[in-house]
């Protein structure tokens, strides 16, 4: 992820910088790539664009399979993020069969649709970008389109449009909001046939964006830091543009409070969500401002947020207010001649709390992550123009027809995963069955909280669902900071896996010192009593019910000498188990385990202890591994496997259960 240099810039009062390299752009072989590269300069700023905000193109001459040229335009791929695209994130159209479209009268959306996808040149691109149509409509060669921060904020005023012509006279092209795809492609149309385009170095897209072109990606790109550059200097000068630094987020544990915000937030939304807290220093001190209540509701800065960030935060923590008040809203625009689908679920994405600060909702940690940040830079946006005079933004009826325009929400209403929205944690998570666990339930789409005593757990993985923890699970103060990490990042747990264990050298009871039982009741048992106890308050927040699974052995049906301790501490945390599942099941909470037996890809297993235990049977190593009924291999992830099931649908209606994965052992049936 790259930092928001957006934001630092914006504290700190740098201005836009140009980061165009002569060097690395002389690395970009033909047009396409050099398209590439100066999308990912601007998309690496976020105060110019957001997560899957803003769009470039290029328009190349091509010879087609019977020899003739076309002139093709690689514009955007619909949801691709500048800042990472690939040459093949840009959708291939052909330009005269686009602009013969433009003629027409109108186009319906589906229609529309269809009609880009005609043009592509290759059937497996990208869905084009809806504002493809203003792309083929400029005359240029590269095409730069961007929301920067600086605009919005100097558009959303009163005298937004006046304030913009101060700033750049005729040198660009201004052009009323109209509602994006063919409606404002149309406005935008009637423009440049008029000739207003002629001689112009942008184009201003009131309270949405700006455009910039030239004939090398270079001079396009560098013509975007330029305009961008003189609103920020505009804004310097009306002292609107260096922001202070904020306040210190809260200190406190967030720990209930959190996890009891998620459950309303998920219920109103009737799905589980993901609700994450923002270490924003802006956010906090915004949340805290005595006017937030006026100047938070007036609306996004541009329509393009609306969907992720919906159209207004939620105040304080009551969301059931909140989702009426959205229906109200959604009832009387409905009753309005709405175009577009049923109502969104009335869920708050973003909250504003004097004391938690600003926290984002999503169906993903990513989609949380994308409205939190998104809201940072509307913060920005506010507090500029209300310095400016004060932020005014569209009509709410605007704003509604893009929440509610089906081609924008066809991007949100995609088939989610099993556990889209929630939470899992594992603990034992860097080895063996618990990384395996850490697979099977990011794979289901949950946010994963991994533990382990190993350091590596930290950066197993780099992506926004998951968060690795080093920890020691027999210490009740590490358990208490990993629930307030739990909480702060994700808003909650509805799932664990009792995973950690360890499996001490093989002993008779006779020579068994009392540390080492000890030792290994604290990590098998009591780790799990507490993790249990700590855990208890978020399970029974969770929106779906809690769900613990936890890691036995076979040494509890069948237990073996030597292993005293260890069969010991299974078969105890068994009995805790199946407390639980009494004592919980109330509370909606499952409690199932898992028995598994001679998994040999874990840290338990060296190739040593292999290769002694097969020689004890007198078999091979691949042999011995299969010493089971249906002489089969059992993996880790066999074990994952069965645990997230168990946390799924298919055991919905089972607490209590003990599954032995083992491959078959005639003394555990
Ligand atoms: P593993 O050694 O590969 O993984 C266990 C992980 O737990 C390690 O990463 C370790 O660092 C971590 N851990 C140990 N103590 C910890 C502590 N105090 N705090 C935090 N993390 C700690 O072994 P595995 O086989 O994947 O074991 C996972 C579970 O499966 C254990 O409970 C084990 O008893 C059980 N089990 C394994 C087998 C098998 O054949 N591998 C069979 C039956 C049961």
New binding site residues.
């Given amino acids: 992820m790259p930092e928001d240099v957006g934001q630092n810039r914006a504290i700190r009062g740098f201005f836009m910088e140009n980061r165009w390299d002569d060097r690395e752009a002389s690395a970009c072989e033909g047009e396409l790539a050099l398209r590439v590269y100066a999308s990912r300069l601007l998309g690496r700023d976020f105060s110019l664009v957001l997560h899957g905000g803003g769009n470039s193109s290029v328009k190349i001459t091509e010879r087609n399979l019977h020899g003739e040229e076309d002139e093709i335009l690689y514009v955007k791929g619909s949801g691709q993020d500048l800042a990472f695209i690939e040459e093949s994130g840009f959708a291939p159209l052909r330009l005269e069969g686009l602009l013969r479209l433009m003629r027409l009268d109108s186009v319906s959306d589906t229609d529309l649709v269809n009609a880009f996808r005609l043009q592509l040149t290759r059937p497996d691109a990208p869905p084009p970008s809806i504002e493809t149509f203003l792309h083929a409509l400029i005359p240029h060669r590269f095409v730069d389109h961007t929301h920067a921060d600086a605009l919005l904020a100097i558009m959303n005023t009163e005298n937004g449009e006046a304030r913009i012509r101060e700033i750049y006279g005729g040198r660009l092209l201004m052009v009323p909001y109209a509602k994006p795809g063919f409606t404002l492609a149309k406005v935008f149309s009637d423009q440049f046939t008029a000739g207003a385009g002629e001689g112009v170095d942008g184009v201003v897209l009131m309270n949405h964006g700006i455009f910039s072109f030239g004939e090398t990606a270079k001079a396009s790109y560098e013509k975007m830091i330029e305009l961008v550059g003189m609103a920020e200097r505009y804004l310097e000068a009306k002292g609107a543009w260096a922001l202070p630094e904020g306040d210190e987020p809260a200190a406190q544990p967030l720990a209930p409070r959190l996890p009891e915000l998620r459950k309303a937030v998920s219920d109103a939304a009737g799905i589980p969500l993901i609700v994450s807290t923002r270490k924003s220093r802006l956010g906090s001190a915004f949340a805290r401002r005595r006017d937030v209540s006026e100047v938070s509701q007036l609306g996004p800065a541009t329509p393009d947020h609306v969907l992720l960030t919906k159209r207004l935060p939620m105040l304080g923590l009551d969301a059931e207010s909140y989702a009426e008040a959205y229906k109200r809203d959604y009832a009387a625009y409905a009753s309005s001649g709405l175009e577009g689908g049923a109502m969104l679920d009335p869920a708050p994405r973003v909250v504003l709390d004097s004391e938690i600060g600003l926290c984002a909702a999503g169906k993903t940690a990513r989609e949380a992550d994308m409205a939190g940040e998104i809201y940072e830079h509307t913060i920005e946006v506010i507090l500029r123009a209300t310095t400016l005079g004060g932020y005014r933004t569209l009509q709410a009826s605007e704003i509604f027809e893009v929440e509610y325009w089906g081609l924008e929400r066809a991007k949100l209403d995609r088939k989610e995963k099993v556990f889209a929205g929630e939470i899992a944690l594992v603990?034992?998570?860097?080895?063996?069955?618990?990384?395996?666990c850490l697979e099977s339930f990011l794979e289901r789409g949950a946010a994963v909280i991994g533990?382990?005593?190993?350091p590596s757990?930290v950066s197993l993985y780099e992506r926004p669902d998951y968060l690795g923890i080093e920890?020691?699970?027999?210490s009740d103060d590490a358990i208490a900071g990993v629930i307030e990490k739990a909480a702060r990042r994700f808003g909650g747990l509805d799932m664990i896996v009792?995973?950690?264990?360890?499996?001490p050298e093989s002993r008779d009871i006779a020579r068994i010192p009392a540390a080492e039982w000890r030792a290994v009741m604290?990590?098998?048992l009591d780790?799990n009593l507490s993790l249990m106890r700590e855990c208890y308050p978020l399970l029974k927040l969770s929106p779906r019910g809690g769900r613990v699974v936890a890691?036995?052995?076979?040494?509890v049906p069948a237990p073996g000498p030597g292993a005293a301790a260890?069969s010991a501490s299974?078969a105890a945390l068994t009995q805790l188990m199946r407390v639980a599942a009494m004592e919980w099941g109330g509370d909606g909470i499952r409690v199932n385990m898992v028995?598994?037996?001679?998994?040999?890809d874990?840290?338990?297993?060296t190739e040593d202890v292999l290769k002694s235990r097969a020689e004890s049977y007198g078999l091979s190593v691949d042999d011995y591994k299969k010493l089971n009924l249906l002489n089969t291999n059992?993996g880790?992830s066999d074990?994952a496997e069965m645990a997230a099931e168990m946390c799924g649908p298919l055991f919905a209606k089972i607490t209590g259960a003990q599954v032995p994965i083992d491959g078959g052992n005639d003394r555990v049936i």
């Fill in positions: 603990t034992g998570a860097a080895s063996g069955i618990g990384r395996a533990l382990d005593l190993s757990i920890c020691d699970v027999t009792l995973n950690a264990g360890i499996f604290n990590v098998n780790a890691v036995g052995s076979k040494n260890y299974k028995h598994p037996n001679a998994v040999f874990t840290g338990v297993w059992v880790s074990v």
